[in-house]
């Protein structure tokens, strides 16, 4: 079955430690997606890849970083730099539209990050 | 003003009910919208994309009204099952892959 899939589906750090969550798809999309959703709030971007070893930051970037070496993978590593870290992170993935097209974006699972 | 506005809700609703959810978007050049669902502690699930002309799937109609940079979700004989949270989504800058969402609004369908 073609789809996202993020791991694990809860995670519990250390203040001060650094976590990579791992986000996988079989879809053959170009583009990946990294959100983070906190309580009663919309979704924001942390970092999206349109290609391989090609990313862009975006409204949330401050503490996290990226990689994008194969187009299947696209992890998230939350540094001890993000002040808030304890959140709900989910993945997503789409195929760039033609002009006009829509591109909708799919989800994985998400990860629960919990910070102690 | 935010980039995509919604209804702040929650909407409690019975079984059999229709229900309109409106959203607002503030960048004119926006190209593409959709609607999500996503249920409690789960990730957003399409529901439909929103068509200039309008369009409907089942019991769901949504609706786009460009000048008044408007979007409309209608629920017609909801059920129990549509409990969830509906996200509008719109992508707002030309040529790019990022979407913008909006925070939600809640709906309980109740017996």
């Known amino acids: 079955d073609g789809g996202i899939t993020q791991s694990p589906k809860y995670l519990f750090r250390k203040e001060g430690q650094n976590v990579t969550l791992s986000c996988e798809q079989n879809?053959?999309?170009?583009?990946m997606y990294w959100y983070r959703q906190d309580p009663g709030q919309g979704l924001r971007l942390i970092y999206y890849s349109q290609i391989v070893n090609d990313f862009q930051k975006g409204d949330i970037a401050e503490g996290y970083s990226v990689s994008r070496e194969k187009k299947e993978s696209f992890p998230l590593t939350v540094t001890s730099a993000q002040k808030n870290p304890t959140a709900f992170y989910l993945c997503a993935s789409s195929t760039p539209g033609d002009r006009g097209s829509y591109n909708e974006q799919f989800f994985g699972p998400g990860t629960r990050l919990t910070v102690l | 003003r935010k980039e995509v506005e919604q209804d702040p809700g929650p909407f409690n609703v019975p079984e059999g009910a229709t229900v309109a959810f409106n959203c607002t978007y503030s960048n004119s050049a926006s190209q593409s919208f959709f609607w999500y669902r996503q249920d409690c502690r789960k990730e957003p699930k399409l529901l439909m994309s929103?068509?200039?002309s309008g369009n409907e799937d089942g019991r769901f109609t949504a609706q786009l009204n460009r000048a008044s940079q408007y979007i409309s979700l209608l629920i017609r004989d909801s059920k129990l099952s549509d409990s969830a949270t509906y996200l509008c989504?719109?992508?707002?800058?030309?040529?790019?892959?990022?979407?913008?969402f909006g925070k939600g609004t809640k709906l309980t369908v109740n017996p």
């Open positions: 929103v068509y200039s």
């Open positions: 879809l053959n999309h170009d583009a």
């Open positions: 989504v719109v992508k707002v800058e030309s040529g790019s892959e990022k979407l913008v």
